[in-house]
């Protein structure tokens, strides 16, 4: 599988838009506009996004379930990372990418 510039920028800005609209929304129920809960300890508000390929090429991505509907389903190679107003985008990047090298071809 070979996995391109573009497709590792691609899901950059996809991580960037999901990270964004996460850190938006999450201001709506947590005090002070902070995703940290403070009634919870170190434990962050967070949202599992699923990403997929077949061949490092096409991708998709889910968010919650992966159940059989998503659009993750048909495509083999999947990786999960959890996003939160801490995530580091390049690392997000990267660990799906490594998921996807080593779980398939």
Known sequence: MNVTTEVTEALTECLSNLIADWNKYSQDWQPGGDCHDPED?????AMQVTFATRDGQQWAY??????????CYS?????????????????AVQGIVDE?????Y
């Open 41 to 45: 300890g170190d434990n962050h508000t």
């Open 62 to 71: 889910q968010t919650g379930s992966t159940d059989f509907y998503g659009a």
């Open 75 to 91: 495509l083999p190679c999947w990786a999960t990372v959890w996003v939160d107003c801490d995530t580091n985008i390049i690392e």
């Open 100 to 104: 996807w090298l080593d779980g398939c």
